[in-house]
């Protein structure tokens, strides 16, 4: 949130997407961030991940909650609309927002504080309930806003800077995500992009609830020795299971792939998640495999990233409820009121 | 009209005495909740309806499934009075739990009708109470094997009974079972076989008495519905296509019913697809949180609660106010603070819903009297809402949401259309019009907006709930702030033209005093009007139905003496927003409250009213 305004200069060499926007169309207000926060490289993988799978800008809704990482969507996509809404809310603001126009892409960003403590609610409910939604919670293990108090995600044991150590068990939202029926779920890390944004490609074109949890280090307060959360502890620990490669619907597959290494997943609008397996014993199709797996890493130690689950077949809230094609924002009172000779009859039977 | 009830006969207690009415009288039921009796008692108030007779019920019930004591209380007006009358004529007392309390409430030369099954001592009832005993579980018992039909038939049996003793017609009440059990035939007969044993029981055993119902055609075109419905339906009209809610007494059957609907009426003919989203959500948070996304992004969304659902979603009704986005909300309010009563009614949430949240707020609020303005205000809440982008409460309660009550019918017009507001379209934000989402343009406090969506370069914002600049963009300069909250301010000033208006009644200012009331308490005033005029005790009326009040309301207490201010809830929450609004001397306006948790009646506000009169004037008039 900031005072300074951004030049709209455009390079004239920068890149277009196929429906003629560079990069820089899907960028924001500057950041108001510290220097090297995990937050802005997330940022920076959403604009990207728009940018390649050509999205219009004003047809992503982005909604967040109240903290550091839900201040982001001020900075990218700064042709759609933003909702920042109250504190560990937005998953109801949400879920409401969808509700009223499906047709829109619905990015809902929040933080651990956000999430995992005020929000846990609610974040719990909209997984449940199958929202159409690419959900990112941006953990820092802290609450940077107010300068570094423990979250929720934060490690038994871990410690803060100034020294005192977490005795709280911590939230984990991945294992909560897959048992609350999460369709698609996966964790990053801000320190790697390139696996990153085929995450987030693969969550925006996925067709229901789809959660990404965002190892992000908050340089300010959560990024020293005794942290789990650092950007040396995470690249010491991180275990990613596959890599990802999104695949749109209209990409021709060229790289070829040794057998066996490789699994496709193609989802609702055709469009394919490959992965390229890197532990051999773990399968993202295998819901309770995976939160086993994810479990027994982290009892170890390690942070595992990656595309964890999926169900490409999944259901999402307008598809439960029957709502119409037609997004209901655009009915009148046509198709809403049902006359006045349907109130003259409800009129007779209450006499 | 033939209501004889002197004052006299009233403080005898001389068992010869009886109370003689026709048309004019009060019945209540003392039962077990749970035992099936509501639809028995149901069934005796409409049949004397279908007679032409005005009847006005009301259910006292637990926050309970089974076992509790429950009431059902049916005033009889051929006046058409709709109010609670206080006292009770005939009592039905089915419940031995409440034996005590029922039998004192009766008026002397009353009458007691009772299970005689098991034999009572004398000293459990009144010399001055005419008792009809009827040997209900005996009769049942002999005649039925199956334990539930002894207990629901025992209630058919005494409609059966009383039907007898007030002259109802039966064919009345076969017509209404005809209704209720079509295609069922084997019920139909087994009710109707109830009926006529209960009848046949009366016929042979019990004395006359002198109430009586007699065919009338003061009905009218008359609906009988309950307010939860009527607002349901309204929303329903009134194109609300989400609901979100989380269920909570007294308001849970407004949610049903309108899903109920929204199943009949709202269905695409065509795909079977459906023009709506109904989500019961995880709390009230949640439900005020979806309600806040869908109408930001132009759903009209209206959620239903009572007074601890406001509590929870002040922070985000303060969030609708800021960053002005429509919210519909309707309150069924109950019996505060805390849990409470939560079965019984109160207007005790006026205040936490007009300064809803921190920071300086106000709200849009509708008082609907009855079922049908209920429906009128659910539908108008709507159209408001979208129209000055901010959270409008409609607030009834229990006495009107949950009881069926005699109601002018519901009124549409096809030719209306729904008013959504200041939205710039895509095609004027194409032209170049000028965006400012907070900017007042018009002079009247509302800016435009856009819905989501809308255009691909132009239109976007940002919406917050901190301060911003009249484009949306974050502020924390004085100046901004200031504009904004003044802007709200001037659009709360156009919003007093849009609101239902005051109604007004009475001696176009010859009156000295007045008097100002709302809501559910309607019924029962005008009577208590009528009854301080036998008094020759005159005075005017203003029944507020919104907040922000009109100009027309500080008229009307600056022009009298003294304005009594009638409410159920203890700290006179009307008085303190009209003394707050219109910097009125807190003197001039004398709080009249009533907050037990039962509806106000017209006795106890002729009483209240008549007595302060007395006291002012040791000469003066004397209420009845």
Same mark, same amino acid.
């Given at each position: 949130?900031?005072?300074?305004?951004?030049?709209?200069?455009?390079?004239?060499?920068?890149?277009?997407n196929?429906?003629?926007?560079?990069?820089?169309?899907?960028?924001?207000?500057?950041?108001?961030?510290?220097?090297?926060?995990?937050?802005?490289?997330?940022?920076?993988?959403?604009?990207?991940?728009?940018?390649?799978?050509?999205?219009?800008?004003?047809?992503?809704?982005?909604?967040?909650?109240?903290?550091?990482?839900?201040?982001?969507?001020?900075y990218?996509?700064?042709?759609?609309?933003?909702?920042?809404?109250?504190?560990?809310?937005?998953?109801?603001?949400?879920?409401?927002?969808?509700?009223?126009?499906?047709?829109?892409?619905?990015?809902?960003?929040?933080?651990?504080?956000d999430?995992?403590?005020?929000?846990?609610?609610?974040?719990?409910h909209?997984?449940?309930?199958?929202?159409?939604?690419?959900?990112?919670?941006?953990?820092?293990?802290?609450?940077?806003?107010?300068?570094?108090?423990?979250?929720?995600?934060?490690?038994?044991?871990?410690?803060?800077?100034?020294?005192?150590?977490?005795?709280?068990?911590?939230?984990?939202?991945?294992?909560?995500?897959?048992?609350l029926?999460?369709?698609?779920?996966?964790r990053?890390?801000?320190?790697d992009?390139?696996?990153? *944004?085929?995450?987030?490609?693969?969550?925006?074109?996925?067709?229901?609830?789809?959660?990404?949890?965002?190892?992000?280090?908050c340089?300010?307060?959560?990024?020293h020795?005794?942290?789990?959360?650092?950007?040396?502890?995470?690249?010491?620990?991180?275990?990613?299971?596959?890599?990802?490669?999104?695949?749109?619907?209209?990409?021709?597959?060229?790289?070829?792939?040794?057998?066996?290494?490789?699994?496709? *997943?193609?989802q609702?609008?055709?469009?394919?998640?490959?992965?390229?397996?890197?532990?051999?014993?773990?399968?993202?199709?295998d819901r309770?495999?995976?939160?086993?797996?994810?479990?027994?890493?982290?009892?170890?130690g390690?942070?595992?990233?990656?595309?964890?689950?999926?169900?490409?077949?999944?259901?999402?809230?307008?598809?439960?409820?029957?709502?119409?094609?037609?997004?209901?924002?655009?009915?009148?009172?046509?198709e809403?009121?049902p006359?006045?000779?349907?109130?003259?009859?409800?009129?007779?039977?209450?006499? | 009209?033939?209501?004889?009830?002197?004052?006299?006969?009233?403080?005898?207690?001389?068992?010869?005495?009886?109370?003689?009415?026709?048309? @004019?009288?009060?019945?209540?039921?003392a039962?077990?909740?749970?035992?099936?009796?509501?639809?028995?008692?149901?069934?005796?108030?409409?049949s004397?309806?279908?007679?032409?007779?005005?009847?006005?019920?009301?259910?006292?019930?637990?926050?309970?499934?089974?076992?509790?004591?429950?009431?059902? =209380?049916?005033?009889?007006?051929?006046?058409?009075?709709?109010?609670?009358?206080?006292?009770? $004529?005939?009592?039905?007392?089915?419940?031995?739990?409440?034996?005590?309390?029922?039998?004192?409430?009766?008026?002397?030369?009353?009458?007691?009708?009772?299970?005689?099954?098991?034999?009572?001592?004398?000293?459990?009832?009144?010399?001055?109470?005419?008792?009809?005993?009827?040997?209900?579980?005996?009769?049942?018992?002999?005649?039925?094997?199956?334990?539930? +039909?002894?207990?629901?038939?025992?209630?058919?049996?005494?409609l059966?009974?009383?039907?007898?003793?007030?002259?109802?017609?039966?064919?009345?009440?076969?017509?209404?079972?005809?209704?209720?059990?079509? /295609?069922?035939?084997?019920?139909?007969?087994?009710?109707?076989?109830?009926?006529?044993?209960?009848?046949?029981?009366?016929?042979?055993?019990?004395? &006359?008495?002198?109430?009586?119902?007699?065919?009338?055609?003061?009905?009218?075109?008359?609906?009988?519905?309950?307010?939860?419905?009527?607002?349901?339906?309204?929303?329903?009209?009134?194109?609300?296509?989400?609901?979100?809610?989380?269920?909570?007494?007294?308001?849970?059957?407004?949610?049903?019913?309108?899903?109920?609907?929204?199943?009949?009426?709202?269905?695409?003919?065509?795909?079977?697809?459906?023009?709506?989203?109904?989500? +019961?959500?995880?709390?009230?948070?949640a439900?005020?949180?979806m309600?806040?996304?869908a /109408?930001?992004?132009?759903?009209?969304?209206?959620?239903?609660t009572? /007074?601890?659902?406001?509590?929870?979603?002040?922070?985000?009704?303060?969030?609708?106010?800021?960053?002005?986005?429509?919210?519909?909300?309707?309150?069924? +309010?109950?019996?505060?603070?805390?849990?409470?009563?939560?079965t019984?009614?109160?207007?005790?949430?006026?205040?936490?819903?007009?300064?809803?949240?921190?920071?300086?707020?106000?709200?849009?609020?509708?008082? &609907?009297? @009855?079922?049908?303005?209920?429906?009128?205000?659910?539908?108008?809440?709507?159209?408001?809402?979208?129209?000055?982008q901010?959270?409008?409460?409609?607030?009834? $309660?229990?006495?009107?949401?949950?009881?069926?009550?005699?109601?002018?019918?519901?009124?549409?017009? $096809?030719?209306? @259309?729904?008013?959504?507001?200041?939205?710039?379209t895509? =095609?004027?934000?194409?032209?170049?019009?000028d965006?400012?989402?907070?900017?007042?343009? @018009?002079?009247?406090?509302?800016?435009?907006?856009?819905?989501?969506?809308?255009?691909? =370069?132009?239109?976007?914002?940002?919406?917050?709930?901190?301060?911003?600049?009249?484009?949306?963009?974050?502020?924390?300069?004085?100046?901004?702030?200031?504009?904004?909250?003044?802007?709200?301010?001037?659009?709360?000033?156009?919003?007093?033209?849009?609101?239902?208006?005051?109604?007004?009644?009475?001696?176009?200012?010859?009156a000295?005093?007045?008097?100002?009331?709302?809501?559910?308490?309607?019924?029962?005033?005008?009577?208590?009007?009528?009854?301080?005029?036998?008094?020759?005790?005159?005075?005017?009326?203003?029944?507020?139905?919104?907040? &922000?009040?009109?100009?027309?309301?500080?008229?009307?207490?600056?022009?009298?003496?003294?304005?009594?201010?009638?409410?159920?809830?203890?700290?006179?929450?009307?008085?303190?927003?009209?003394?707050?609004?219109?910097?009125?001397? &807190?003197?001039?306006?004398?709080?009249?409250?009533?907050?037990?948790?039962?509806?106000?009646?017209?006795?106890?506000?002729?009483?209240?009213?008549?007595?302060?009169?007395?006291?002012?004037?040791?000469?003066?008039?004397?209420?009845?």
């Amino acid at each position: 949130m900031t005072y300074i305004t951004k030049p709209k200069l455009h390079h004239p060499t920068l890149a277009c997407n196929a429906i003629g926007f560079t990069r820089r169309d899907y960028e924001g207000k500057i950041s108001t961030l510290c220097a090297g926060c995990g937050h802005d490289s997330i940022s920076a993988a959403i604009i990207q991940a728009c940018w390649e799978l050509d999205i219009e800008p004003h047809r992503v809704a982005k909604l967040s909650g109240i903290g550091c990482s839900s201040k982001t969507p001020d900075y990218f996509l700064g042709q759609s609309h933003g909702f920042n809404t109250v504190h560990g809310r937005m998953p109801s603001v949400l879920t409401g927002a969808n509700l009223a126009n499906r047709d829109l892409l619905y990015l809902g960003v929040s933080g651990d504080g956000d999430s995992a403590s005020i929000g846990i609610g609610q974040f719990v409910h909209a997984i449940r309930r199958g929202v159409n939604m690419v959900y990112v919670v941006e953990n820092n293990g802290v609450y940077g806003l107010t300068k570094g108090q423990f979250s929720a995600t934060a490690d038994q044991g871990s410690k803060s800077k100034k020294g005192v150590v977490n005795t709280d068990s911590p939230l984990d939202l991945v294992g909560l995500a897959m048992q609350l029926g999460a369709t698609y779920v996966a964790r990053g890390f801000s320190g790697d992009k390139t696996q990153l *944004v085929p995450l987030i490609k693969g969550a925006i074109a996925h067709k229901g609830a789809a959660f990404i949890d965002v190892i992000s280090p908050c340089v300010a307060f959560n990024n020293h020795a005794g942290s789990t959360k650092s950007y040396e502890y995470v690249r010491e620990h991180n275990e990613a299971v596959n890599r990802l490669d999104f695949i749109d619907v209209r990409a021709e597959i060229t790289v070829d792939y040794a057998e066996g290494e490789i699994v496709d *997943v193609t989802q609702h609008d055709g469009s394919i998640v490959r992965l390229r397996k890197l532990s051999a014993d773990f399968n993202a199709h295998d819901r309770v495999g995976a939160m086993n797996y994810v479990h027994a890493r982290q009892a170890k130690g390690e942070v595992v990233t990656g595309l964890l689950y999926v169900d490409p077949d999944a259901h999402d809230l307008h598809e439960h409820f029957n709502t119409t094609e037609v997004p209901i924002n655009r009915l009148g009172v046509k198709e809403l009121s049902p006359g006045i000779a349907a109130l003259e009859k409800i009129n007779a039977g209450l006499r | 009209m033939t209501a004889h009830r002197s004052p006299l006969t009233a403080h005898e207690s001389d068992l010869r005495a009886r109370i003689e009415a026709t048309n @004019d009288f009060v019945v209540k039921f003392a039962n077990v909740n749970g035992s099936g009796s509501a639809s028995a008692n149901e069934l005796f108030a409409r049949s004397i309806l279908r007679m032409g007779v005005p009847v006005s019920p009301r259910n006292i019930f637990p926050s309970n499934i089974q076992g509790l004591p429950t009431w059902y =209380e049916v005033r009889v007006s051929e006046r058409g009075w709709l109010g609670r009358r206080g006292g009770v $004529d005939l009592m039905v007392a089915m419940n031995p739990q409440t034996w005590d309390a029922d039998l004192t409430e009766i008026e002397p030369g009353g009458y007691l009708f009772y299970d005689s099954t098991r034999p009572l001592p004398a000293s459990k009832f009144r010399d001055d109470v005419h008792v009809l005993g009827m040997p209900l579980t005996a009769i049942c018992n002999r005649t039925y094997a199956d334990a539930r +039909q002894r207990q629901l038939f025992k209630n058919i049996m005494y409609l059966g009974a009383l039907s007898v003793l007030l002259g109802i017609d039966a064919d009345e009440i076969q017509r209404l079972f005809a209704e209720q059990y079509k /295609g069922k035939e084997k019920l139909l007969d087994s009710n109707v076989r109830a009926l006529e044993l209960g009848r046949e029981h009366a016929q042979q055993h019990l004395p &006359p008495i002198g109430l009586h119902v007699r065919r009338a055609d003061n009905v009218g075109d008359k609906i009988f519905v309950d307010g939860n419905v009527a607002a349901a339906l309204g929303c329903v009209y009134g194109g609300a296509t989400v609901c979100a809610w989380y269920p909570i007494t007294p308001s849970s059957s407004l949610a049903e019913a309108f899903q109920k609907y929204c199943m009949k009426y709202r269905v695409d003919p065509e795909t079977g697809r459906n023009r709506f989203a109904i989500v +019961q959500a995880e709390d009230e948070i949640a439900s005020i949180g979806m309600v806040v996304g869908a /109408g930001w992004n132009g759903a009209r969304a209206f959620t239903t609660t009572a /007074g601890p659902g406001i509590s929870l979603m002040s922070e985000f009704i303060g969030l609708a106010y800021f960053a002005e986005i429509p919210v519909t909300l309707i309150d069924v +309010q109950r019996g505060g603070p805390s849990t409470g009563m939560p079965t019984r009614t109160q207007q005790s949430d006026v205040l936490a819903c007009a300064y809803a949240s921190h920071g300086d707020t106000k709200h849009v609020l509708l008082f &609907p009297e @009855d079922p049908h303005e209920c429906f009128e205000f659910a539908a108008q809440a709507l159209d408001l809402a979208d129209r000055l982008q901010t959270p409008v409460f409609v607030l009834t $309660d229990l006495d009107i949401g949950m009881n069926q009550r005699l109601t002018a019918p519901f009124v549409w017009d $096809d030719a209306r @259309d729904y008013d959504r507001g200041k939205v710039m379209t895509a =095609e004027e934000l194409e032209a170049g019009k000028d965006f400012g989402r907070y900017k007042d343009v @018009d002079g009247d406090g509302i800016p435009y907006r856009t819905y989501p969506g809308t255009h691909a =370069e132009r239109g976007a914002y940002f919406t917050r709930g901190t301060s911003r600049d009249p484009y949306a963009r974050y502020s924390e300069r004085g100046p901004d702030y200031v504009y904004n909250m003044e802007r709200l301010l001037k659009k709360w000033d156009t919003a007093k033209s849009l609101v239902p208006q005051p109604h007004l009644r009475g001696t176009s200012g010859e009156a000295r005093d007045g008097v100002i009331y709302y809501g559910s308490t309607s019924p029962a005033m005008s009577e208590a009007i009528e009854l301080l005029g036998k008094d020759s005790l005159v005075l005017d009326t203003l029944r507020v139905r919104a907040f &922000p009040f009109p100009d027309v309301v500080g008229e009307f207490i600056r022009r009298h003496e003294r304005v009594f201010v009638v409410e159920q809830n203890r700290d006179g929450q009307l008085r303190t927003l009209l003394i707050n609004e219109f910097g009125i001397d &807190p003197a001039r306006l004398v709080a009249i409250l009533h907050y037990d948790g039962t509806p106000v009646t017209a006795r106890f506000i002729a009483g209240a009213i008549g007595e302060r009169v007395r006291r002012a004037a040791p000469t003066g008039r004397v209420a009845s």
